[in-house]
């Protein structure tokens, strides 16, 4: 009998996403990253910057997601970040998170708002090149801001047998 798909966390009852294996060491990267940036943070966070330090990420996903061919469940990149910029003593003070489908955003807010949240959280929806003008437009172009961009092109890549990919 084939296993079922994992499609929400038993532990907050939101939707997940599926990763493969591969997710973990991205994660990993991603938070050695804002770990050995945060002094990078400090020069534009008072008390000694007046601007901010915001995380981006448009291709978000749901915050959780479930490896797959396994049962375990995973932090999602933006989950990752928020809890890896909040361990350093200069956390982003803005997260400004998008995803393609409205569920993904919501299930990330809601996890991000139960970890307590960056002091500034905004949840957008939609395609990243529309979005992409939206966060411009939010955030302080005198502060430093990390984008992390992440979008599912491997099922498009393979099809296509681009060599670009
Ligand atoms: C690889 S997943 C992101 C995984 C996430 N970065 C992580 O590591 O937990 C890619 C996400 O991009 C979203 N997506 C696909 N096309 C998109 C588009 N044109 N604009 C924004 N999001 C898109 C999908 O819904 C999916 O949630």
């Not at 803005?94 to 708002?113: V, Y």
């Not at 801001?145 to 992440?150: E, G, I, K």
Request: proline content about 5%.
């Amino acid at each position: 009998m084939a296993k079922q798909t994992i499609t929400h966390d038993p532990d907050d009852v939101l939707i997940v996403g599926q990763v493969g294996r591969w997710a973990a060491e991205k994660h990993d990267r991603l938070r050695k990253y804002i770990d050995a940036s945060h002094n990078a943070r400090a020069k534009f966070l008072p008390p000694i910057g007046r601007a901010s330090a915001s995380y981006i990420e448009l291709y978000s996903g749901a915050g959780r997601s479930v490896i797959k061919h396994t049962t375990n469940i995973i932090d999602g990149s933006a989950v990752v970040a928020f809890k890896a910029s909040k361990a350093t003593a200069h956390p982003f003070s803005d997260m400004h998170l998008s995803d393609l489908k409205p569920e993904n955003s919501s299930a990330l807010g809601q996890r991000i708002k139960a970890l307590g949240g960056a002091a500034t959280t905004t949840s957008y929806v939609g395609p990243a090149d529309i979005v992409v003008d939206q966060v411009i437009r939010a955030i302080n172009p005198a502060g430093l801001h990390l984008a992390f961009l992440d979008p599912s092109i491997w099922r498009s890549c393979r099809s296509r047998l681009s060599n670009a990919c």
